[in-house]
């Protein structure tokens, strides 16, 4: 076989069983040129000896690496690290930094969310990955509630606002407000 083949069969790998909903390189491409440069996403070819799943990386900016396990049903797991950190595909690898430990937890309710709002697992894929990109400013925007940049929590640990909203607005922006987790729980 030529290498060209093997190229452009790569280009076309998908996740999931030949039909419109699978996630492939090309709607990885279509998400990120849409989020106007905050956002790359790429599908690994050495994926970790899991049946089916493959891995996509996705980083917002100068901040955040996100890998996401993904099957053809959508996302099985993610983990959210700080960009500075080494790069590992497993998703079982926490971060060593508790922000980005947070956003992993939060980034799953994103995901479920998703899921149960798109009609497949490749929209559910792009509304996450659209969400994750809100995470730009994790840094810099204050919390919608407080307008504060910090927060300490009960544990005497400084926090930014690391919850982001879930919700879209109008159609073609999306809204995400930043909160600080026990803000976010509550009504504003």
């Known amino acids: 076989m030529s290498g060209e083949g093997d190229a452009a069969r790569a280009k076309r790998r998908r996740v999931g069983g030949g039909g419109d909903g699978d996630i492939t390189r090309e709607s990885l491409e279509a998400v990120a040129s849409a989020s106007d440069g905050v956002l790359t996403a790429e599908l690994l070819q050495d994926t970790p000896p899991r049946s089916g ?10 901040v955040l690496v996100a890998v996401l396990s993904v ?9 959210v690290r700080g960009i500075h950190e080494p790069f590992n595909a497993d998703t079982r690898v926490q971060s060593h ?10 980034a799953a309710d ?3 969310h998703a899921h149960t709002t798109s009609s ?11 969400w994750l990109a809100s995470y730009r400013t994790l840094f810099s925007e204050p919390c919608a509630t407080t307008g504060r940049l910090l927060s300490v929590y009960s544990n005497g640990q400084l926090l930014v606002p ?27």
């Open 53 to 62: 799943a493959a891995t996509v990386k996705a980083t917002v900016s100068k």
């Open 71 to 79: 099957t053809d049903r959508g996302l099985e797991q993610v983990a």
């Open 97 to 106: 930094h508790e922000v980005f430990r947070r956003v992993t937890t939060v």
């Open 110 to 112: 994103a995901y479920i």
């Open 120 to 130: 497949s697992p490749a929209a559910a894929i792009a509304t996450f990955l659209t």
């Open 162 to 188: 690391f919850f982001r909203e879930y919700r879209t607005g109008v159609p073609g922006r999306t809204l995400h407000k930043a909160y600080h987790e026990p803000l976010a729980l509550q009504p504003v």
